[in-house]
């Protein structure tokens, strides 16, 4: 059964820049089959999609986030990461990372809470 | 672009049917066969419940069914049960590899 799960700090300053990992098991990052993506959730907000990427380095940003974010892919550790820049408190959020099927997410992480805050 | 519109709340009783609306524009929902449908119990993870408008998942009950009309998807949760209690969001392909979701809907369990 394919696993995800996101890892990085907790706490990021106002200004700063929000880094994520998301690690893949029991399943190839590299299958041609899908993409991979990162949505976020507010506090008792709803879901916004953030980005997503190909094993190849194709990715796609949402157009509201995307002078801030930038999605990469390690096929060699099976990783795909996510970086935010500049966040204010309105980036304090869940992040999810999870796998893309054509335009659909089947399989997610559990999600990591990361605040912005001095 | 804006958020899916979905109602804040829906509720019913055990046993009834209940149907969730998500409305989008000729450019997202009305434009492409790609409505998936996601359920999301308090501290969980979403799960994905319906795709491709219509399409269930290995494991998710056929009591979940989708549709479409024109710019309006909808999600029917028939014979209510205890556990649907969840949030419902919607989301939809908005073109140049652009994916959108829905605000939301809770789903009440009487």
């Known amino acids: 059964q394919l696993q995800l799960q996101e890892s990085g700090p907790g706490l990021v300053k106002p200004s700063e820049t929000l880094s994520l990992t998301c690690s893949v098991s029991y399943g190839s990052i590299s299958s041609n089959s899908y993409y991979w993506g990162w949505i976020r959730q507010p506090p008792g907000k709803g879901l916004e999609w953030t980005g997503t990427i190909y094993y190849s380095g194709s990715k796609y940003y949402n157009p509201s986030l995307k002078s801030r974010v930038t999605i990469s892919v390690d096929t060699s550790k099976n990783q795909f990461s996510l970086k935010l820049s500049s966040v204010t408190a309105a980036d304090t959020a869940v992040y999810y990372c999870?796998?893309?099927?054509?335009?659909?997410?089947?399989?997610w992480g559990q999600g990591t809470l990361v605040t912005v805050s001095s | 672009q804006s958020a899916l519109t979905q109602p804040p709340s829906a509720s019913g009783s055990p046993g009834q049917s209940v149907t969730i609306s998500c409305t989008g524009t000729s450019s997202d929902v009305g434009g492409y066969n790609y409505v998936s449908w996601y359920q999301q119990h308090p501290g969980k993870a979403p799960k994905l419940m319906i795709y491709?408008?219509?399409k269930r998942p290995s494991g998710v009950p056929d009591r979940f069914s989708g549709s479409k009309s024109g710019n309006t998807a909808s999600l029917t949760v028939s014979g209510l049960q205890a556990e649907d209690e969840a949030d419902y969001y919607c989301?939809?392909?908005?073109?140049?590899?652009?994916?959108?979701f829905g605000g939301g809907t809770k789903l009440t369990v009487l």
């Open positions: 989301s939809s392909y908005a073109g140049s590899n652009n994916c959108m």
């Open positions: 491709e408008v219509n």
């Open positions: 999870a796998r893309q099927r054509g335009y659909h997410f089947d399989y």
